[in-house]
C-alpha cells in the first residue's frame, strides 16, 4: 500500500475512532441516559482510577522515547501534553481521586480494588505500547481517543452534565470530566496534526495506523471494565458500532 495523501490518512484513522465511537459506548451513553446508579458509577470510577493512577506509566515512556530517537520536532507536543497531564499542584490522578474521596474511599483502598479484565487489558495495552513503540506511535495511540473526549460535544463534558446535574455528584468529584472536556480537545488535535506532519510515508503511516488502532480497542476495553466492574458481568464487552470484518483493511488471500 502506497504512503496516502495526509489528509486522507487523517480521515482513514477516522474511521477507526468512528467505529468506537467513544459517546457511543455502555458507560458513557449509560451515565448520559442515567440507566446506571450512583453505587455503580462509584464502583466504574475506582477502575477509571486503577488506569489514570498509570498514566506517569505511559506519558513517561513517551518522553523517553522522544528524547532517545533525538526528535526534536516532537518534542514540544510531548512535552506539553507531559506537564498538562502531571504538572502543576494537582495531577490528574490527584483530580480524580477526589471522586473517589467524596464517595468514602481512600487512595489506600482504592489502590487495592480489584481490576476488572476490561481494565487490566487496558492497563496492559497501553503501557506496552507506549515502552515498545516509537514516541510518535506513543501519541498516536492516544490521539484520536483524546479527541472523542475533549471539547464541548465529546465524552466528557456529557459525563460532566449528568453527573453533577442528574446524580448530584459535587463539581469537586466530577473535577476530572471536566478537566478532560477543556484539555483533551487540545491533546487530541495536537496530536493528531504531529501524524499529520510526520506520518508521510508508507512505513510509518502503517506504524501509525497499527499505534492508533491499539489505543482505540485498549480505552475500549476500560470501559468495558468500568461495565464489568458495575454489573459483575465479567464478559461484558462492547464491539462497537461496525463489525470488526469492517474495521480491517480488505485484503486478498493467495
Do not use: C, K
Given at each position: 500500500m502506497a504512503a496516502k495523501d495526509p489528509d486522507a490518512f487523517i480521515d482513514e484513522l477516522w474511521s477507526y475512532a468512528r467505529a468506537l465511537e467513544m459517546r457511543e459506548h455502555p458507560w458513557f451513553k449509560g451515565v448520559r441516559e442515567h440507566r446506571w446508579t450512583r453505587e455503580q458509577i462509584v464502583r466504574a470510577e475506582m477502575q477509571h482510577y486503577l488506569r489514570v493512577r498509570c498514566n506517569p506509566i505511559f506519558f513517561g515512556y513517551i518522553v523517553t522515547n522522544v528524547v532517545s530517537?533525538?526528535?526534536?520536532?516532537?518534542?514540544?507536543?510531548?512535552?506539553?501534553?507531559?506537564?498538562?497531564?502531571?504538572?502543576?499542584?494537582?495531577?490528574h490522578v490527584d483530580v480524580m481521586l477526589q471522586f473517589l474521596e467524596e464517595a468514602g474511599l481512600t487512595r489506600e483502598e482504592s489502590?487495592?480494588?480489584?481490576?476488572?479484565p476490561g481494565t487490566l487489558a487496558a492497563i496492559e495495552m497501553i503501557i506496552g505500547g507506549c515502552q515498545r513503540r516509537s514516541a510518535l506511535e506513543g501519541i498516536s495511540l492516544l490521539s484520536f481517543v483524546e479527541a472523542m473526549h475533549g471539547g464541548p460535544t465529546g465524552a466528557a463534558a456529557g459525563m460532566f452534565e449528568a453527573l453533577t446535574n442528574h446524580y448530584g455528584f459535587s463539581t469537586h468529584a466530577a473535577a476530572t470530566y471536566e478537566l478532560h472536556a477543556e484539555q483533551d480537545t487540545g491533546h487530541?488535535?495536537?496530536?493528531?496534526?504531529?501524524?499529520?506532519?510526520?506520518?508521510?510515508?508508507?512505513?510509518?503511516q502503517d506504524k501509525v495506523r497499527s499505534a492508533v488502532k491499539l489505543g482505540l480497542e485498549a480505552f475500549n476495553f476500560e470501559w468495558d471494565g468500568h461495565v464489568q466492574a458495575m454489573t459483575g458481568e465479567r464478559n461484558a464487552y462492547w464491539s462497537g458500532r461496525m463489525p470488526l470484518h469492517l474495521r480491517t483493511p480488505e485484503f486478498t488471500l493467495p
Open positions: 530517537e533525538a526528535n526534536y520536532e516532537l518534542l514540544p507536543i510531548v512535552m506539553e501534553n507531559f506537564m498538562e497531564e502531571l504538572g502543576g499542584e494537582r495531577s489502590d487495592r480494588a480489584e481490576p476488572a487530541g488535535d495536537r496530536q493528531i496534526e504531529a501524524i499529520r506532519r510526520f506520518a508521510r510515508d508508507e512505513a510509518t
